[in-house]
């Protein structure tokens, strides 16, 4: 890899007893989509305001295109945030919104022009040029706020929440324009989002936060594949966690109190216990044939497919994904999970 635009090295950050940020390091690669990704609380603004300069960190090293960023002031970092509540000026059209970092800079006015209007075509905004902000639809204040933010040309541009006040429908449609955007600018983007559906659509690589700690780095379905903690399994997507214990008589295997599940890969001793995470689409469900017996209890209908609570013991209810056929509350099945499906997490994790 050539030398990161950003590197955040081992920062900290407390307000009085409260631990923001605790030796977190992160690099983010020119042209690159991040995305910081953890529940309430978990530190992903206070990092955001770090490397924008709105904080300081209590210690630690940011650099940005290698450049010490100690002591930089905001605006002398090649850097620009965009807020989750756009603080759009609501005086001024949005002509003059997306002009406003262009005209601080002290730009020629034909060169302000042919910014402006290259970032309203790219964000389709250019029959809008005219409107004031409160005659918008949030959608798109939303792309006033991304084209203003982009127009300066920063290095690095950092997004709290940006789809956080739009719908559902609208979201998904956004998140496609604003990857697109970012291709075609070839701005680095870090995106704060506790949202963990938008950050595997979205993101090249997402930094799984938890209590001011980065638990995990990684492209999207490392993540949702391979997560490095049961933390990260439980945050990102749904997981069954099953308990039991590893024997090593006949080839390695996972045993739990319903089925004895071979695993090849496993570091883990004879007798250690464990907690598997597996994943509701990694179990098959059929109505007959060979398998686990269990009996669905509840289902929730999702469209592409069925979540069913399939009961396989006394103590465990496991959720498994259908993507054929009906099922009705009662109905005896018979799941099967593959060799090696799923992470095993040791207990002491
Ligand atoms: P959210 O998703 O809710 O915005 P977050 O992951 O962005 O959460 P932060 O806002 O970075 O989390 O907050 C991290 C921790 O630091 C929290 O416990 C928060 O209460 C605390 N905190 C943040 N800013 C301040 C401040 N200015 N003074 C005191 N405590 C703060």
Redesign the pocket.
Known sequence: MTAPLLSVSEISKR??A?V?LEGVSLNVGAGEFFALL?P????????MRCIAGFETPDSGKLTLKSADLSGVPPHRRPVNMMFQSYALFPHLNVYENVAFGLRRKGEREEAIRARVSELLDMTQLAPFGARRINELSGGQRQRVALARALAPRPALLLLDEPLGALDRKLREETQFQLKEIQRKTRTSFVI?T?DQDEALAIADRIAV?RTGKVEQIAAPIEIYEKPATRFVAGFVGEMNFIEGEIARDDGAAFVTSFARLPRAECALPQGARATLGLRPERIEVSRDGEGVAGRVEDFVFRGEYTLLRVRVAPDVVLRVGAYDGRFAIGDDVKLTIAPDAGVLFAESE
């Open positions: 307000y009085g409260v923001a953890g309430s609380g978990c530190g992903k603004t206070t990092l704060v506790h936060m």
